[in-house]
């Protein structure tokens, strides 16, 4: 699910190269296209990546348990994991989607190693720490009266040029990602500390089983929800309606209260993963979670081919809804390639890879012959 929202966050950026100019493409400038907008950072913008976050903290306890029960030593295999991230990361930014997390979740993933020891209590209040002085430091900046877009004609000028560049062939596109790179290192500095504090949560939940043991745990599960839908909605309203990542006192709402319906999302589809008509959607929805990693580059791999004048070029000529409708398609391509994929082989294709780097060593990827 966390591949779903981030794609519909995401894929704005490939269809129109306003998006990172922070300002709306004014071709698409209908109530539609603006509801469209809205809702989407109402519900997903900012949340996607928490959760995909949390769930990078949560795997990371599994994979220690992994290898203390085949006693082998983590820190120089998680080290090379990160490296082997960092890699793809930065290819990735270059060659396909400029807004990489990658590369991210690489350098912090070595933060997290150095904390792999701490309490679980520790680890929740670095985390509400970390989320609380990102919050301060935005609600200074926007108090001060600081705008994160100075000149309106500027940024619309930038967002054409953008667009017509995603038009372009290869050469072109690798170009205007190169140029919008210190833009997107510029965005990580509230989008880092956040991805961290989502690690760190994720860590207590690993710590505590909290995945596996949903029906031990449901009582906090839906007081997660009791909290995190109405003062998570509440900020989210504030975060859409003030201009979303565009103006300072929006993202401070969003910054502060994103991690709470983030949680409320995940509390809520743990319970849903337990019912009957949960564990059908589970099946369909399972593969693609195993490979998420593939996903998660194949989506912008797709982005590419569809907007992009490497293939049909259709950036700049799509409304905010057919973008989402095409999001969507893309996600049922995933899951019906990710199924196929998944019957015949034990690791998807770049999780394979990473895998082989870690291990310093080529893992089996054809699935055992049923019996």
Request: proline share 4%; net charge positive.
């Amino acid at each position: 699910m966390a591949l779903l929202l981030i794609l519909v966050v995401n894929i704005a950026y490939f269809a129109s190269g306003y998006s990172f100019q922070l300002v709306p493409d004014p071709a698409y400038d209908s109530w539609v296209d603006q509801t469209v907008r809205w809702l989407v950072e109402l519900f997903f913008t900012m949340k996607a990546y928490l959760l995909f976050s949390f769930l990078f903290g949560y795997s990371f306890t599994l994979q220690l348990d992994s290898a203390a029960r085949r006693g082998v030593d983590f820190a120089p295999r998680f080290r090379r994991r990160l490296a082997g991230l960092f890699v793809l990361g930065i290819l990735h930014a270059v060659l396909l989607f400029q807004g990489d997390i990658l590369t991210t979740y690489a350098l912090l993933g070595l933060v997290l190693l150095a904390m792999r020891g701490v309490s679980v209590g520790t680890a929740l209040r670095t985390a509400v720490l970390v989320t609380g002085g990102i919050g301060f430091v935005l609600a200074l900046a926007a108090t001060g009266g600081t705008e994160l877009v100075t000149d309106q004609a500027t940024a619309l000028a930038e967002g054409q040029r953008s667009t017509e560049a995603l038009q372009g062939g290869m050469g072109s596109v690798i170009a205007e990602h190169v140029r919008q790179l210190p833009a997107m290192f510029g965005a990580l500095v509230v989008q880092g500390p956040l991805a961290l504090s989502a690690f760190l949560f994720g860590y207590a939940a690993g710590r505590r089983r909290l995945l596996t043991n949903v029906v031990e745990n449901r009582q906090f599960l839906r007081r997660v929800q009791q909290v995190g839908y109405p003062v998570g909605l509440a900020g989210a309203v504030i975060f859409a309606t003030g201009g979303g990542t565009a103006n300072l006192t929006g993202l401070t709402a969003g910054v502060l209260t994103a991690p709470l319906l983030a949680a409320a999302y995940g509390a809520t589809l743990l319970q849903f993963f337990q019912t009957d008509r949960g564990r059908r959607i589970v099946a369909v929805l399972a593969p693609a979670g195993r490979m998420s990693l593939s996903n998660y580059l194949g989506q912008s791999l797709l982005c590419v081919l569809v907007f992009t004048g490497v293939g049909l070029g259709l950036a700049g000529a799509v409304a905010p809804p057919v973008v989402v409708l095409i999001a969507v398609a893309i996600y049922c391509v995933q899951l019906a390639a990710s199924a196929a994929w998944m019957a015949r082989f034990r690791y998807g294709p770049v999780e394979w890879l990473l895998r082989a780097w870690t291990e310093q060593q080529w893992p089996r990827l054809r699935a055992a012959d049923p019996a």
